[in-house]
């Protein structure tokens, strides 16, 4: 009887979990979007609007993320190891125990971005640290504290 009445009750709204491995999403918009556990392997987002995505625990191996707003996005316990940031806008992104192995962030806006416990390359530190600044608006984190810096 119990397993019945739990199988009549609504569903909570789940995340859009989906695979745009090797697509071409140039200039997509995501913006606000519930992507949780996602797949963009390979994919070129270049020109995206992620802005306030979650998009915790996505694959973004490889992919390209040049001049993307990516303000707020979400991507806690994500894989964006070798993805390119290039000029893109990480903003008050939250990049918690991401793995960001091999990633290029050549002129991107990392102001209140949380790096915490980020798995990161020790060159890839250094460069975001000339550049950090700022205070996570969700967590409150120091971006220089959260990369570690000094």
């Known amino acids: ?88 806008d990480l903003s008050n992104a939250l990049l918690v125990e991401t793995i960001l192995l091999r990633s290029t962030f050549d002129f991107v806006n990392i102001d209140g971005a949380d790096f915490t416990d980020a798995i990161m390359d020790g060159a890839q530190r250094k460069w975001l640290c000339s550049k950090a600044k700022g205070t996570n608006a969700k967590t409150g984190i120091n971006t220089r504290e959260s990369l570690e810096c000094d």
């Open 1 to 88: 009887m119990a397993i019945a009445c739990f199988l009549t009750l609504p569903l909570p709204a789940q995340a859009e979990t989906l695979s745009f491995s090797h697509a071409q999403l140039k200039n997509r918009d995501f913006s606000g979007r519930n992507l949780v556990g996602s797949g963009f392997a390979n994919a070129n987002m270049e020109g995206a609007n992620f802005e306030n995505a979650d998009v915790r625990g996505a694959v973004f191996s490889a992919s390209i993320l040049r001049k993307a707003n990516l303000k707020g996005t979400d991507f806690s316990g994500g894989l964006l190891d070798q993805a390119d940031f290039a000029k893109a």
